[in-house]
């Protein structure tokens, strides 16, 4: 049965889509990557994640992150990349091996408002233009960081969408997600309608802003120590050699390098004065923030004393209210028990008097009969 419908399912497939490259399909197939691997992805998917968020929140106090901002372009593939990791395939007549979409994962779990918003959108036509139009969406919105805490929730149903060891459903996920609640401070600039989201599969990260080697202000003056250390060095081993001429030209060529040294020290001269000036406007604007922030506390702390001294009052005010209420229940209590006890001995008092008129009345009727 299997072989006929795996039959059925090529025939139509090459009846609508034409002859399939079988040996492509087969190697997608057969690629299965040991834990080890699907460890190290996870981990470079989330050191990228976690190097693009940092850039866009030192990037953020001095200028605008829109759209052509190279590290939100990277966190947006990194996390499509998350969410492509190990899930699993949805087979169709139409295609040969699994349909690279995570659309129904925000159908599922996003709000639905703002997957009527997608799905209204002119520009995007297929279920990827979806998912990247919704990602920065979200970023807009602020709701990224608590999308990915419900997705924390709801590791059953994603075990069932995920293949094992996927990013989604592994530790990595409780780490991304406080990560991306840094972006929640971020205001981003982004247009949706004019964008082309469809085009292009699974796009590439671009690892160049992160793989920069900075060599440090120390290494760079010892190497241009040694330089000059090996220049002094040759230039006298050839003054030994050469005659006068020679080291004439050598004298020269010293000093080519010496204005070469001079020159290079200049530039390192000028850069750390420009990066100088760059921490010292960071530390001003985090200097601005620590105040602002250190007003709200103020303000809050007065605020809460305030509220605490009306609490405090109107405690004092329930107690009173209270002990109020208390003293006229024992002073009914007690008005209730004298009534009580005034009643059994009016009660007494009538029924001797009774007794004694019966006694009376029978003592006189008593002594006529006997008459």
């Not at 939100?72 to 190990?86: P, S, T, W």
């Not at 990560?179 to 981003?188: H, M, Q, V």
């Not at 964008?195 to 920069?212: M, V």
């Not at 530390?283 to 405090?312: P, W």
Request: one cysteine or more; glycine letters at 4%.
């Amino acid at each position: 049965v299997n072989v006929s419908v795996r039959g059925y399912l090529s025939k139509m497939q090459r009846i609508f889509l034409g002859p399939v490259d079988q040996e492509d399909a087969s190697d997608r197939l057969r690629s299965h990557p040991s834990i080890e691997q699907l460890s190290v992805q996870k981990k470079n998917h989330l050191q990228i994640c976690k190097m693009c968020v940092k850039s866009l929140v030192d990037k953020s106090p001095f200028e605008a992150i829109t759209d052509k901002c190279p590290h939100l372009k990277n966190l947006c593939i990194v996390l499509e990349h998350v969410f492509m990791h190990r899930i699993q395939a949805r087979w169709s007549i139409f295609t040969a091996v699994d349909y690279p979409s995570y659309w129904h994962i925000f159908q599922h779990y996003a709000p639905p408002n703002t997957i009527t918003s997608i799905e209204d959108m002119e520009n995007v036509h297929t279920d990827v233009g979806r998912c990247r139009a919704w990602i920065r969406l979200a970023l807009v919105q602020k709701r990224l960081a608590s999308f990915m805490d419900l997705l924390l929730s709801r590791q059953f149903d994603l075990k069932n969408m995920y293949m094992q060891n996927a990013f989604l459903v592994s530790t990595e996920l409780v780490e991304l997600s406080g990560t991306l609640k840094c972006l929640d401070a971020i205001d981003f600039n982004l247009c949706l309608r004019d964008r082309d989201f469809d085009s292009g599969d699974k796009l590439e990260i671009d690892y160049s802003p992160y793989l920069k080697f900075h060599q440090s202000d120390i290494s760079r003056v010892d190497d241009i120590e040694e330089e000059h250390k090996l220049a002094t060095f040759h230039h006298l081993i050839r003054f030994r050699d050469v005659g006068k001429d020679g080291v004439q030209e050598e004298d020269h060529t010293v000093e080519n390098r010496d204005e070469e040294t001079v020159t290079q020290l200049r530039e390192l001269l000028k850069t750390e004065r420009e990066q100088k000036n760059y921490y010292e406007e960071l530390v001003s604007v985090r200097d601005s923030q620590i105040v602002r922030l250190q007003k709200e506390l103020d303000t809050a702390g007065r605020d809460n004393d305030i509220q605490k001294r009306e609490m405090d009052g109107i405690i004092i005010e329930l107690q009173e209210e209270i002990s109020k209420l208390q003293s006229e229940v024992r002073h009914w209590q007690q008005k209730y028990q004298r009534a009580l006890k005034t009643s059994s001995n009016s009660s007494t008092n009538n029924t001797t008097s009774s007794n004694r008129r019966s006694g009376i009345f029978s003592s006189i009727f008593g002594s006529g009969d006997t008459t």
